[in-house]
């Protein structure tokens, strides 16, 4: 079964910065997406940025210039640079890990909280 352990998120001051790291485990295909998504008080989950096994990447248009993704794929993780926090970046950010053709997964979630 596949797992998504997260990392990195805490409170930090608007304009700091913060990196998110997950980490799959288990039966991870190499054709996949890994991304985050975060959900805020009482909104509904978003996506932030995810990022093909190929390379390809796509940001929500709020995080542009702010967030980078990335990926190591020989550990199967994913990480989240995000610069020039704001505090509508508050929320809990998601892994996520979609395998074609298998499904999606979840990580449990982190905390970022960003003080102004």
């Known amino acids: 079964q596949v797992q998504l352990a997260e990392s990195g998120g805490g409170l930090v001051q608007a304009g700091g910065s913060l990196r998110l790291s997950c980490a799959a485990s288990g039966s991870i295909f190499s054709i996949n997406t890994m991304g985050w998504y975060r959900q805020a008080p009482g909104k509904q989950r978003e996506m932030v940025a995810a990022m093909s096994s190929r390379g390809s990447t796509n940001y929500a248009d709020s995080v542009k210039g702010r967030f980078t993704i990335s990926r190591d794929n020989a550990k199967n993780t994913v990480y989240l640079e995000m610069n020039s926090l704001k505090p509508e970046d508050t929320a809990v950010y998601y892994c996520?890990?979609?395998?074609?053709?298998?499904?999606?997964?979840w990580g449990q979630g982190t905390q970022v909280t960003v003080s102004s």
């Open positions: 996520n890990l979609l395998i074609t053709g298998w499904g999606d997964y």
